[in-house]
Every structure is written in structure tokens, then in C-alpha cells.
């Protein structure tokens, strides 16, 4: 497998364009994560899915942030409209739903908002 | 609710030297306990875990962490540094049971020849 996908890698854009960050899972992996990760803050959680159900999203900063998860192969983080203070890296995780108790980590995206 | 402190935001030793990470949880529930490494630019990488068989773990690269229950501790150590240590280190926790992973702030490692 080839591990947890993110696109972009990278993206810069400007404050009050909407962003859209990918995320393509580990086949056969029931929950994903979506964190964000600052100097300031560390490493957040911000929202996490079961078989494709929002099951947490206490950790979505404000509405301006949404996530999907439309099918099991396929997740996005959107925020609309972006703000500076977005700025940081987002990584999607995923783990198996039983056994396996850790997460597989994406390589991020890292978000510029300028 | 559960907290994960490591000590330290920034660790620096000598090639050869002993590494300590230090790595404190507090919880009601059992937990399990992880290391994760992030290497510049990166996603974070499993080191090692404990999920409540042997208390002492080892993982890659030389890195081993013990489970004190009595101290609410995981510390990581590596006996002999080497510059490809150099990394940010994360300790994580999860509950039994829980699918959540809550993280420690990061340590960061320097590792100086």
C-alpha cells in the first residue's frame, strides 16, 4: 500500500480564497483523522471519521472550516473563506477499526495564507 | 481528560551520548502509549508503542521506552546518538477503548558531533 495520500503538498494562497486539502486513505482503514499542526499549538485534532461519519468535530476551529468524507477512499478539509492565521501543516491519519491501536500518518500539506 | 507533557521542547547531546526523552500521561484509563518521529518536512513516523504487554518496548532505529504505572511515565532512550536522530519526537496517548490520539508538544532533538 502506499501509505496515506495528501495533495497538495503544498499551497499558498490568498486570505479569503477558499482551499481544499485531499486526503486518500489506506485501503481497509475504518477511521480518519484530520489534524493541524503549529509552532504555537502543536499537533490538533480537529476532526475525525468512522466509516466515513463525522464522529468528533469539537477540534474544527470555527465555521469556516469543513470536512468530508464521501466515500472510504477519499476525504477533503475546506476552508472557506482562509485567513492567515490558518497557515500551519494538516495531515490526514487513518488506522485500522480493530487490532492495530496506532495511526498512519500522511506527509501534509502545508498551508500558506498570505 | 487526558494530557500528555513532555519535558523539554529541546534536547541536545552529543553523538554517542545517551538519549532521554521524557514523557509524562495522565489519565483514568488504561492507556496506550506511542512515540511518533517527524523528520523535517515530513509526516510523523511510528517509532514505537505500548499497548499493555511488555512494559519495556523496543522499536526502530535503536529506540526502546519503558511503561511506569506507578510514575504515569513513558520516557524514550537511546543509548547511543547518532546525527540521524535528529528529528522531532512526539509522544502520543490513546485510551483503551478510544480511537483518538492526543499529542504531546514535541521535542525536538539535536544531536551535535
Known amino acids: 500500500d502506499a501509505g496515506v495520500i495528501q495533495s497538495p503538498r503544498h499551497e499558498v494562497t490568498e486570505m479569503g480564497q477558499e482551499v481544499t486539502l485531499r486526503c486518500k486513505p489506506i485501503?481497509?482503514?475504518?477511521?480518519l483523522f484530520w489534524y493541524r499542526q503549529t509552532m504555537m499549538r502543536g499537533l490538533e485534532l480537529l476532526i475525525y471519521f468512522n466509516n466515513n461519519v463525522p464522529i468528533d468535530d469539537s477540534g474544527m476551529p470555527e465555521d469556516r472550516f469543513s470536512a468530508k468524507m464521501p466515500n472510504a477512499s477519499f476525504s477533503t478539509l475546506k476552508i472557506q473563506p482562509s485567513e492567515p492565521r490558518d497557515s500551519a501543516v494538516y495531515f490526514c491519519a487513518t488506522r485500522p477499526g480493530r487490532g492495530v491501536a496506532e495511526a498512519f500518518f500522511g506527509q501534509g500539506t502545508r498551508l500558506t495564507v498570505v | 481528560a487526558q494530557s500528555v507533557t513532555q519535558l523539554g521542547s529541546h534536547v541536545s547531546v552529543s553523538e554517542g551520548a545517551l538519549v532521554l526523552l521524557r514523557c509524562n500521561y495522565s489519565?483514568?484509563?488504561?492507556?496506550?502509549l506511542f512515540w511518533y518521529v517527524q523528520y523535517p518536512n515530513q509526516g510523523l513516523q511510528l517509532l514505537l508503542k505500548y499497548t499493555s504487554a511488555a512494559t519495556l518496548v523496543k522499536g526502530i532505529n535503536g529506540f526502546e521506552a519503558e511503561f511506569k504505572k506507578s510514575e504515569t511515565s513513558f520516557h524514550l532512550t537511546k543509548p547511543s546518538a547518532h546525527m540521524s536522530d535528529a528529528a522531532e519526537y512526539f509522544c502520543?496517548?490513546?485510551?483503551?477503548?478510544?480511537?483518538?490520539?492526543?499529542f504531546g508538544k514535541g521535542t525536538k532533538l539535536s544531536v551535535i558531533p
Open positions: 502520543a496517548y490513546s485510551g483503551a477503548g478510544s480511537y483518538q490520539l492526543t
Open positions: 489519565s483514568s484509563v488504561p492507556p496506550y
Open positions: 485501503s481497509g482503514h475504518d477511521y
